[in-house]
């Protein structure tokens, strides 16, 4: 069945940096569009950015945008998340998505938490 695995979350401190993963299984991985999206305490969660397959197209909120960089490896079933120059405000758990080809069909991996702190 479909699964996908975040991983690499941790406590870091403001100015700081941290890539997270995703790793992706049951499903034709280089032919899905994938996404980060974070959701802090009490707030709705929001999509982060993008990458389209085949292209690797990119596209980022403006939040994070010039901070971080999305990337995937097909070879390997994996999607990164770089993230630099980190704000408290980006304290949150960060979830990744991958939606079908024909786009009726998104997955979600179960999150895994980053907190930014003195």
């Known amino acids: 069945q479909v699964q996908l695995v975040e991983s690499g979350g941790g406590l870091v401190q403001p100015g700081g940096s941290l890539r997270v993963s995703c790793k992706g299984s049951g499903f034709n991985f280089k032919m899905y569009s994938m996404y980060w999206y974070r959701q802090a305490p009490g707030k709705e969660r929001e999509w982060v950015a993008a990458?389209?397959?085949?292209?690797?197209?990119?596209n980022y909120a403006d939040s994070v945008k010039g901070r971080f960089t999305i990337s995937r490896d097909d070879a390997k079933n994996m999607m990164y998340l770089q993230m630099n120059s980190l704000e408290a405000e980006d304290t949150a758990v960060y979830y990744c998505k991958a939606r079908s080809p024909w786009g009726s069909e998104d997955y979600w991996g179960q999150g895994t938490q980053v907190t930014v702190s003195p």
């Open positions: 990458i389209t397959p085949l292209s690797g197209k990119t």
